[in-house]
């Protein structure tokens, strides 16, 4: 059986289909997560440290449930790697590293899209561009940041009732503004713009992770989580497979906040100012010796 993301099941597509995989139940209770908040909030390099990192236990989104969630509950923590095996051989799903030092990386702060191989200006113009023109801003606004409240992998390992393997990795972060600055608040016209790609085995082009009708990315936004109004983000792209020899796939994502101006350019285009965003992904192997 050949794999498919999150995205192939949120379209209809692949070959696993949409209840098989949300039978798997990924998400909650899959994988136990590494002590949060143990050595409280850190910032991480970052210009201007955009990029705070203080991972909490799983908590309410307030946005529509992933696929495979019962409810709206973000992985919770920051479990940077899982082995288990398959086809009785070793496997690990790890986070990406960046080429940065440690075992637990985070996520990285972007002022603008660079991955080479997500080419994410060039993704994102050659999907939208008929309708929009992305206009690049250079980064968050001094005093505003990305908090990402979790951060991790998850493999659900297959069972009498779902005989598939399914690995993912999913990152929620809430982005705060300096409201002493004077900057508008993030309200409606505020969105996320989301490119990712998959490369191996299992891997199919970096895209837009968009709906049917604009290029913005659908959980996420201004929502009321526990009585307070928050501006969020929850993505866990996922795999699934069974049967296969070689499952080797490295998962990729750059994800911008973006706000939809309202208005046109001379060519009658929507104008979409992007700022900050953050990369981050997952990787899965054999451990060969």
Known sequence: MTGITRRAVLRGGGS????????????????????????????????????????????????????????????????????FTYRGRPHRM??????????APDPVYEE????????????????????????????????DRFRVQSY??????????SPVTVCGGGMYVVCEQDRRRGDPPLGDDWHWIQ????????????????????????FGGLTPVNGEDVFNYYDMPQIAFDGMEDVDTRCLAETFLAQDTGRTDRSGKGIVNVFG????????AELRP
Do not use: C
Request: net charge neutral; charged share 15%.
């Open 195 to 218: 490119v990712i790609g998959m490369y191996g085995a299992l891997g199919r082009p970096a895209e837009v992770d968009a709906g049917a009708s604009n290029p913005f990315y659908a």
């Open 152 to 161: 991790g992998v998850v493999v659900q390992e297959p069972t009498a009732d």
């Open 94 to 103: 790890s986070l990406l590293s960046f080429g940065r030092p440690g075992d």
């Open 277 to 284: 965003g953050v990369k981050y992904g997952w990787q899965l």
């Open 16 to 83: 696993l289909g949409l209840a098989a995989l949300t039978a798997t139940a990924v998400v909650r209770g899959a994988a136990p997560a590494a002590a949060a908040g143990a050595a409280g909030a850190r910032t991480k390099a970052g210009a201007a440290g955009h990029l705070l990192a203080d991972y909490r236990p799983s908590m309410p989104t307030g946005l529509p449930p992933l696929p495979g969630q019962s409810d709206g509950m973000t992985l919770g923590g920051h479990t940077a790697s899982r082995d």
């Open 112 to 143: 603008v899209p660079g991955d080479p191989e997500l080419r994410f200006r060039e993704t994102v113009d050659t999907a939208w561009g008929e309708y929009y023109t992305f206009r690049y801003a250079g980064g968050l606004r001094r005093g």
